[in-house]
Structures are given as structure tokens and as C-alpha cells.
């Protein structure tokens, strides 16, 4: 299996533009989580699935940010309008059954704001 | 609601001297405990977790850690470090029950000097 995979690995983009990040989970694994990591505020959950439903979106900073998982091998991360400080690493994550097992993590995207 | 604490911002040591780092969790009911480690510039991988049985958990790359029940603690210790655990490491908590995902704490960056 080739892990979580996320892309992109890098992405620039100018305020107001729209970003879309995607995560492909293990296959197999039935929740998937976006999590956000700054040097300010560490590891933050934004939202996770299970069986393809948002669970919990607590996290998700404003309506700026929507998650989508339309079946099991795909979920994307929207942001729009984009700003500067939502520059940070977001890393996509999935488990099965909740993460029992614990997670396993993608390589993650590296998103600056300018 | 779950928290969890790491009172060890940065650590440095040199190679060949032991390692603790503490972590301690937030939470009434019965956890899930995992700590994860992070090289510089990669994503975060799984060192070790705990679910139940023998407090004492042994992950790879030689590392362990304890559970301590009354004290709500779950740290981190390796007898002898080398310059390639130079990483960020982070504990994760998540209830055993209901759906909560992981909550990790802020991390704490460890600076092994050869």
C-alpha cells in the first residue's frame, strides 16, 4: 500500500484565491481526519469522517473552510477566499474504525498565503 | 473534553544520554494513549501506543513509555538517545468511547548532540 497521499506537497497561492488540497486514505480504512499544523498552535484537528460522514467539524476555523468526502478513496480540503494566515501544514490522516490502531498520516501540504 | 499537556517545549541532549519526556492527558473516562514522532520535514509516525494491559508499552527504534493511571501521565523515555532521534515528538489521547478523534498535545522538540 502506498500510504496516505497527499497533493499537493507545496502550494503557493495569493490571498483571495481559492485552494482545494486532497487526500487519497489506505484503502481499507474507513475514517479519515484533516488536521492543520502551525508553529503557534501545533497539531489541530479541522474535521473527520467516518464511512464517508463528517463526524465532527468542530475544528474548522469558519466558513471559509469546507471538507468534502464523496466515497472512501478521496477527500479534499476547500478553502476560499484563501488568507495569510491560513499558511500552515495540513496533513491528512486515516484509520480504521475510528483509529483504534492510532493513524496513519500522508507526507502533507505545505500551504502559503501571500 | 480531552487535553493534553507537554511541559517539555525543547530538549537537547548529547548522544548516549537518556531521555524522558513527559506528557500528561486531561480526561474522565478510559484512553487510548500514543505518542508520535516527527523528523524534520516529514510527516508523523506512530513510536508507540497503549490500549490496555501491561502499563509498560515498548514501540520501535527502542523507545517505551509508562502509563500511569493515578497520575495521568504517559511518558516518554529512551536510556540512551542517538543523533538520529533528533525529531518533534508528540502524545495523543483519544476517550476508548464515543467519537472523539485524537488530541494531541503541543510537542516537544528533542536536539541530540553528536
Known amino acids: 500500500d502506498a500510504g496516505v497521499i497527499q497533493s499537493p506537497r507545496h502550494e503557493v497561492t495569493e490571498m483571495g484565491q481559492e485552494v482545494t488540497l486532497r487526500c487519497k486514505p489506505i484503502?481499507?480504512?474507513?475514517?479519515l481526519f484533516w488536521y492543520r499544523q502551525t508553529m503557534m498552535r501545533g497539531l489541530e484537528l479541522l474535521i473527520y469522517?467516518?464511512?464517508?460522514?463528517?463526524?465532527?467539524d468542530s475544528g474548522m476555523p469558519e466558513d471559509r473552510f469546507s471538507a468534502k468526502m464523496p466515497n472512501a478513496s478521496f477527500s479534499t480540503l476547500k478553502i476560499q477566499p484563501s488568507e495569510p494566515r491560513d499558511s500552515a501544514v495540513y496533513f491528512c490522516?486515516?484509520?480504521?474504525?475510528?483509529?483504534?490502531?492510532?493513524?496513519?498520516f500522508g507526507s502533507g501540504t505545505r500551504l502559503t498565503v501571500v | 473534553a480531552q487535553s493534553v499537556s507537554q511541559h517539555n517545549h525543547h530538549v537537547i541532549l548529547s548522544e548516549a544520554a537518556s531521555l524522558e519526556l513527559g506528557c500528561n492527558y486531561s480526561?474522565?473516562?478510559?484512553?487510548?494513549l500514543f505518542w508520535y514522532v516527527q523528523y524534520p520535514g516529514q510527516h508523523l509516525q506512530l513510536l508507540l501506543k497503549?490500549?490496555?494491559?501491561?502499563?509498560l508499552v515498548k514501540g520501535i527504534k527502542g523507545f517505551e513509555a509508562e502509563f500511569i493511571k493515578s497520575k495521568f501521565s504517559f511518558n516518554l523515555r529512551k536510556p540512551s538517545v542517538q543523533w538520529s532521534d533528533t525529531a518533534e515528538y508528540f502524545c495523543?489521547?483519544?476517550?476508548?468511547?464515543?467519537?472523539?478523534?485524537?488530541?494531541f498535545g503541543s510537542g516537544t522538540r528533542l536536539q541530540v548532540q553528536p
Open positions: 490522516a486515516s484509520s480504521f474504525d475510528r483509529g483504534i490502531d492510532g493513524y496513519t
Open positions: 484503502s481499507g480504512h474507513n475514517s
Open positions: 469522517f467516518n464511512n464517508n460522514v463528517p463526524i465532527d
Open positions: 480526561y474522565g473516562g478510559t484512553v487510548n
Open positions: 497503549y490500549f490496555s494491559g501491561d502499563p
Open positions: 495523543a489521547v483519544n476517550a476508548r468511547t464515543g467519537r472523539r478523534a485524537l488530541t
